[in-house]
């Protein structure tokens, strides 16, 4: 896994090229991430299906408990198609733009 640290946000992103696997390893490392705001960038799966992004849900539900962001950066479906309980937008410029969206929400009490 690649991890790069900025500002308001992890990025992350799978080095092994296997999406089956990523989402049961970031699970296992949870606890490393309690606090920040995660973006889970998947552009390189451009034929990804629903099924293997929703298995990044219970880890996404997981982590929004904690009132973090929890966003995955993928193009291969279109919005329509993604359960509203699952944060998927099409580039890293719009994940970011959620993360800052969802910052000033929590500041405001929301």
Same mark, same amino acid.
């Given at each position: 896994?690649?991890?790069?640290? &900025?500002?308001?946000?992890?990025?992350?992103? %799978?080095?092994?090229?296997? #999406?089956?696997? /990523?989402?049961?390893?970031?699970? +296992?490392? /949870?606890?490393?991430?309690? +606090?920040?705001? #995660?973006?889970?960038?998947?552009?390189?799966?451009?034929? !990804?299906?629903?099924?293997?992004? @929703?298995?990044?849900?219970?880890?996404?539900?997981? &982590?929004? !408990?904690?009132?973090?962001?929890?966003?995955?950066?993928? %193009? !291969?479906?279109?919005?329509?198609?993604?359960?509203?309980?699952?944060? @998927? @937008?099409?580039?890293?410029?719009? !994940?970011?733009?959620? #993360?800052?969206?969802?910052? #000033?929400?929590? %500041?405001? +009490?929301?």
């Amino acid at each position: 896994m690649i991890s790069k640290k &900025h500002d308001k946000y992890i990025l992350l992103k %799978d080095e092994h090229n296997d #999406i089956e696997k /990523f989402a049961p390893f970031l699970e +296992g490392i /949870f606890k490393q991430f309690e +606090g920040e705001n #995660i973006i889970v960038d998947l552009l390189q799966y451009k034929e !990804a299906s629903l099924m293997q992004l @929703v298995n990044f849900l219970e880890l996404s539900n997981q &982590h929004r !408990a904690t009132r973090q962001s929890f966003v995955l950066v993928n %193009d !291969a479906l279109s919005p329509d198609d993604i359960p509203e309980e699952l944060m @998927v @937008v099409p580039t890293l410029q719009e !994940a970011e733009d959620v #993360i800052e969206m969802e910052e #000033i929400e929590r %500041d405001l +009490g929301f």
